[in-house]
T-cell receptor, first 114, second 113 residues
Framework: DAMVIQNPRYQVTQFGKPVTLSCSQT?????MYWYQQKSSQAPKLLFH???????NEADTPDNFQSRRPNTSFCFLDIRSPGLGDAAMYLC?????????????FGPGTRLTVL | GENVEQHPSTLSVQEGDSAVIKCTYS??????FPWYKQELGKGPQLIID?????GEKKDQRIAVTLNKTAKHFSLHITETQPEDSAVYFC????????????FGPGTRLSVLP
């Protein structure tokens, strides 16, 4: 089945130690998103890629970076995680042809910062 | 920008009863309204959506209604089952490819056996 895959599902890091989360998709969608979701809150968009074009949300901290080496993969880099960055990180995809707007989410990576 | 409100924040129903969750939005340019179900520890799953050119859409026990004039849309779940227990998020987007989803704050639905 076509899907959005996130690895790892659980990640523990230390305060200030860089961490990378990964996302891959078999849907062949040209748009990929990264969301941060804290407990009992709605997902908050950090940034998205429209094909290779990177689009950063205005209030996304500089501590968060992203890479998209090809259509299928996207990475979230947190350069110096703080305690406030502990959250679920969700990857999503959509396409700009056919049934546009629909976003498909991966299972998420739960990040713990010690 | 768009603002989405969602009510109630928590909802408990008896198994077999109906559940209704309501959302309002502010931007009249919004034209796509999805509903997501999120189970504990999992990513949101799209369960139904509606576009601004229709007023109602149904998929088995789930239906969504849209009133563009009043800027509100609702999720209806009939014959609820314990596995319907989850957090439900509505969203609205005015953009061409959905790049600016604005989510509601969520509703925690509990279906009591």
């Amino acid at each position: 089945d076509a899907m959005v895959i996130q690895n790892p599902r659980y990640q523990v890091t230390q305060f200030g130690k860089p961490v990378t989360l990964s996302c891959s998709q078999t849907l062949n969608h040209n748009v990929m998103y990264w969301y941060q979701q804290k407990s009992s809150q709605a997902p908050k968009l950090l940034f998205h890629y429209y094909d290779k074009d990177f689009n950063n949300e205005a209030d996304t901290p500089d501590n968060f970076q992203s890479r998209r080496p090809n259509t299928s993969f996207c990475f979230l880099d947190i350069r110096s995680p703080g305690l406030g960055d502990a959250a679920m990180y969700l990857c999503a995809t959509s396409r700009t042809s056919g049934r546009v707007n629909e976003q498909f989410f991966g299972p998420g990576t739960r990040l713990t910062v010690l | 920008g768009e603002n989405v409100e969602q009510h109630p924040s928590t909802l408990s129903v008896q198994e077999g009863d109906s559940a209704v969750i309501k959302c309002t939005y502010s931007d009249s340019a919004s034209n796509y309204f999805p509903w997501y179900k999120q189970e504990l520890g999992k990513g949101p799953q799209l369960i139904i959506d509606i576009r601004s050119n229709v007023g109602e859409k149904k998929d088995q026990r789930i239906a969504v209604t849209l009133n563009k004039t009043a800027k509100h849309f609702s999720l209806h779940i009939t014959e609820t089952q314990p596995e319907d227990s989850a957090v439900y998020f509505c969203a609205a987007t005015p953009d061409n490819y959905g790049q600016n989803f604005v989510f509601g704050p969520g509703t925690r639905l509990s279906v009591l056996p």
